[in-house]
């Protein structure tokens, strides 16, 4: 086939970028180049549009061990012991076949985090579908839940938490995350940086196959009417290699025969090869005829692009071989001698004793494009104004009942029952909660993850709606008596090429990394992914926070359900009465304007490091933080957990009782406290400043504002449990 | 007293049958599916998993492997051999118990507590426990089904081992969460040597856990072995 500017285009290259390819080649490149050129310059692979902005983010602390740029961050948690971990999209691939898409999603970012030498201990998902009422969001949510579970299950590790989302702006593209938390020690941490000349190059795993070519390009480009022609660019996974690979490469790792290893993920055996090569400062000679195919004939081309799954690239020392193929020999895998490390710098590929690609490893990468987009900065909307009468002639509980069944806040239980949550035997805390929590093996120690969104607030005002999520992940985080270590993020947004998509990006990444920068809370690693639109329409935009935080003692871990009847009931933080963007005002008041809660960093860090001395000193029987729907949907849910109930009084304050109970204000938990205690509580919370309200008494099982106010926990129960699992079966 | 768990390629729940065994007091020896000889055990435990990832009928593959020749005739000589959830599909699909698992009867993978009754104590696994068993489920194909002269003649030799049921042993339709009939959860051999069931007490031997009922069942076990 002969290269020109138009082939380069039906890859997905702008005519600038091919003018500028020819001329870092100082010639046209063949078509088996010019695939390589697409697949390590698209938006996924090159961050192109992202990296300028993704530079300011605050990536470093006391112990954070790998930052951002390796295959996962990873952070330090005392004892020798570090996590690896890190979220990803799968959305492009999700949408054209959701269980597929998902699946390989899962088995993508465990992959990232064993190449690293973890292994895999936990998993999280954060998934936006459209409206309930779209005719292909069912069908989406289940083969997606069942992907999720299908990989995550057969892998043997936990899916420990999650976030379900619905809007209508995802009705044409909807959003898979998936999250993996690995436990490694320190001193055995594998990196994708090759070191040495002349050492073997190894390929392991499955064979490779025509699947998945050109996925990473497909996942740089915007939906149309022609999406089922898509459906060959998805991936297809095996979680049962991938467990065999798993076993097989972390044998493999406890000797140490290793130089370098990278997982053959987005653009395969591309990407895998020439990032190793780059971070060595280095060459490598592949021969082609020596890769495991699985179907006959495949070109260089398609050995190149293909995206088949669980499949790694290593660099061994020399000498080492035989060893090492004995191991992947006990799991039935392949294990390939497929090149070797040069000096060359470059990137030489042979085929049937020919040279088919030559390319200086420099222009994939350093010289990929960077650009500067034109983003366009957002205002912050102008308050509503809202009539008190309306308010009063609405009745709370009614609200309440709707709220909770709320198809964004209503229990999912349904999807997490399908996840094993309790294999590997060190779930202690299990999905539903504020965060999941996993025990570190054999340790007192526990570690806990959360992961979190907040689309509504990001489109309203990106600024603010990225500090937000950060704020809640570490509210979900503390919540469970977990100190807050690190984030990970995955920034789901429309085409950069739009300047108001961009500008949402630049200003959501502005809000994550003040607001991460403020709370110690670096990001260490994360994805990209643009172009989540379906012709024009973008979706809103959604960044997908990771956090993850330590338990020292797990025996002090928080969970959210009432413990004791008598016990007292505070919310700690201020409640102002911010009603706008707040699921009460977009479903119950109909009203989609107006901005978002304030976040206040310095009370966020303040209440928060309080909360966490309270717990500290045993002081909290139970907490949850406040979000969607306000102060009495997060006592609603502590007492359909505990199975108890509560005698609410509304504190002496100007705002109308539906505005404090249904207000989004930041920065706020409810926490249960013993009477005994509540004098050193009160005094510990007045000596660091941070306001707090008594709301209640825990009583056996009616939530009781008066007499004409009040209904039993079994009834909310079944507002919150049945409109996923009713929605599933009609 | 000695143990083996045996791994097969996709087993994963082979360390955390390891772990609950050697906290209970067993000498655990993990072996793997292509060795020829069984060490010395009192009891062979088939884990929980995705044994060659199921993709023909759960176990089927795994019931195959070199080492289940050294188990049948283990559990032919009276050996003590308990299959649990993946375990339990392979020693159906072996014949050491009867019966086959269908596919969970809304097609869903099912994680999550449970109930079960003992229904016969006449054995070494239950002797001596006189409640209602709260155990943890995790499967995608544990709908138990027999023909009606097999359940009849598992019935008469008293091969049922438990039922799913609410916590007060009440083993109606409602509780059974995958459509196994009779609720049934676990079976034996007619030597009661053998059980194979859907349910992991391995998940549950600690009260940060989902329960401490596996506790329970392993001490027992333990000592009705001594």
């Known amino acids: ?730 | 007293m000695k143990s083996s768990v045996i791994t097969f390629p996709g087993s994963n729940c082979d360390r955390d049958m390891d772990v609950a065994l050697k906290k209970f007091g067993f000498k655990n020896k993990m072996v793997w599916h292509d060795d020829v000889e069984l060490p010395k055990s009192d009891l062979v435990v088939l884990p929980g998993g995705f044994s060659y990832g199921d993709y023909l009928r759960c176990g089927s593959m795994a019931s195959k492997s070199k080492i289940m020749t050294s188990v049948i005739n283990f559990a032919n000589s009276g050996g003590m051999v308990m299959g649990i959830c993946n375990g339990f599909q392979i020693l159906v699909e072996t014949g050491l118990v009867p019966g086959v698992l269908l596919r969970n009867k809304y097609l869903e993978f099912i994680c999550k507590n449970v109930f079960v009754k003992i229904n016969n104590k006449k054995n070494t696994y239950f002797k001596n426990i006189n409640k209602v068993l709260e155990f943890h489920i995790a499967h995608n194909e544990g709908n138990y089904f027999c023909t009606k002269d097999q359940l009849k003649e598992i019935e008469d030799n008293e091969q049922v081992a438990i039922n799913y049921c609410d916590k007060d042993g009440k083993t109606e339709e409602q509780f059974n969460p995958n459509g196994s009939i009779k609720n049934i959860a676990g079976i034996f051999n007619k030597e009661k040597n053998v059980l194979g069931m859907m349910p992991h007490p391995e998940r549950m031997i600690d009260h940060s856990l989902s329960g401490e009922d596996g506790s329970l069942f392993f001490n027992n076990l333990i000592n009705n072995l001594k």
Not at chain 1, 268 to 277: P, Q
Request: aromatic fraction near 6%; charged fraction near 25%; hydrophobic fraction near 35%.
């Open chain 1, 1 to 730: 086939m002969i290269v020109n500017e138009q082939v380069a285009i039906d890859h997905g290259l702008k005519k600038d970028e091919f003018a500028k390819i020819c001329e870092l080649l100082e010639r046209t490149p063949n078509i088996t180049e010019l695939g390589i050129f697409s697949a390590m310059w698209n938006e996924h692979c090159s961050y192109k549009s992202s990296r300028l902005h993704l530079k300011k983010l605050p990536t470093k602390g006391k112990q954070v061990i790998q930052g951002p740029g390796e295959n996962a961050g990873v952070v330090d948690i005392g004892d020798n012991d570090a996590i690896v971990f890190k979220i990803e999209s799968h959305n492009h691939p999700s949408f054209i076949e959701p269980y597929q898409g998902a699946a390989t999603g899962v088995g993508g970012i465990m992959r990232d985090v064993f190449t690293m030498g973890a292994r895999p201990i936990a998993n999280l998902n954060s998934i936006h579908f459209g409206s309930p009422q779209h005719k292909k969001t069912k069908n989406l949510l289940r083969g997606v839940v069942h992907g999720i579970g299908g990989y995550g299950n057969c892998m043997g590790v936990p899916t420990i938490a999650g976030q379900t989302n619905f809007d209508s702006s995802y009705n044409g593209n909807i959003l898979v995350n998936a999250m993996t938390l690995g436990l490694v020690k320190k001193d055995k941490i594998f990196y994708s940086k090759a070191a040495g000349l002349n050492k073997p190059v190894i390929y392991v795993g499955s064979k490779t196959g025509r699947d998945g070519i050109h996925g990473a390009s497909m996942a740089s480009a915007s939906f149309d009417e022609k999406i089922e022609e898509k459906k060959p660019t998805v991936q297809v996974g095996d979680p049962f290699t991938e467990k065999l690979l798993l076993e097989a490469c972390l044998e493999l790792m406890a000797g140490d025969s290793i130089i370098a290893i990278q997982d053959m993920g987005a653009a395969g055996l591309t990407s895998s090869s020439i990032e190793m090569a780059s971070k060595g400062n280095l060459g490598i000679e592949i021969d082609l005829n020596k890769v495991p195919c699985r179907e006959a004939k495949m070109t260089p081309y398609e050995i190149m692009l293909s995206e088949s799954q669980e499949r790694m690239l290593i660099v061994l020392e020399n000498g080492k071989e035989n060893q090492a193929k004995k191991i992947f020999d006990k799991w039935n895998l392949d294990f390939a001698i497929i090149g070797k490390t040069t000096k060359s710098k470059r990137i030489e590929l042979y085929f049937n004793n020919e040279k088919v690609s030559n390319i200086p490893v420099n222009t994939l990468v350093e010289n990929s494009p960077m650009y500067d987009r034109k983003w366009k900065k957002s205002k912050l909307p102008k308050k509503n104004i809202i009539k008190k009468e309306h308010l009063n002639s609405l009745k709370i509980i009614n609200v309440l009942k709707k709220i909770l069944s709320d198809p964004n806040v209503c229990s999912k239980e349904w999807i997490w029952q399908q996840y094993d949550h309790t294999v590997m035997g060190d779930t202690i805390q299990k999905p539903g909660g504020d965060s999941g929590v996993v025990r570190v093996h054999g340790t007192n120690k526990a570690v806990a993850a959360s992961v979190d969104s907040s689309a509504v607030y990001c489109w309203a005002h990106p600024l603010t709606g990225g500090k937000q999520v950060v704020c809640e992940s570490f509210r979900n985080l503390i919540s469970v008596g977990a100190k807050p270590i690190a984030i990970t993020n995955c920034l789901n947004f429309g085409s950069p090429e739009n300047e108001d998509n961009m500008g949402e990006f630049v200003e959501c990444v502005q809000g994550i990394g003040e607001a991460s920068k403020y709370l110690n809370f670096p990001v260490v690693s994360g994805n990209v992914s643009f172009y989540n639109q379906t012709k024009e329409k973008g979706i809103k935009p959604t960044p997908s926070i990771g956090g993850i935080g330590l338990i020292k003692d797990y025996q002090k871990m928080i969970t959210m359900d009432f413990k004791e009847v008598d016990n007292i009931v505070l919310v700690i933080g201020k409640t102002e009465g911010h009603i706008d963007q707040s699921l009460f005002s977009r479903n119950i008041l109909n009203e989609k304007n107006g901005p978002p809660p304030e976040v206040n960093l310095f009370n966020e860090k303040n209440i928060g490091e309080t909360l966490l001395k309270l717990i500290e000193k045993d002081f909290i029987k139970s907490a949850h933080d406040v979000s969607l729907g306000g102060i009495i949907t997060a006592v609603a849910k502590m007492s359909i957990k505990g199975n108890k109930g509560i005698n609410l009084i509304k504190p002496k304050f100007l705002i109308n009782e539906i505005e404090y109970y249904f207000a989004e204000d930041q920065g706020r938990y409810i926490i249960e406290v013993t009477k005994e205690n509540l004098k050193k509580v009160s005094d510990i919370l007045n000596k660091n400043a941070v306001h707090f309200d008594q709301l209640g008494t825990i009583n056996e099982n009616q939530l009781y504002i008066n007499d004409k106010t009040k209904v039993t926990i079994d009834e909310l129960k079944s507002s919150h449990t049945n409109w996923l699992e009713n929605y599933m079966s009609k």
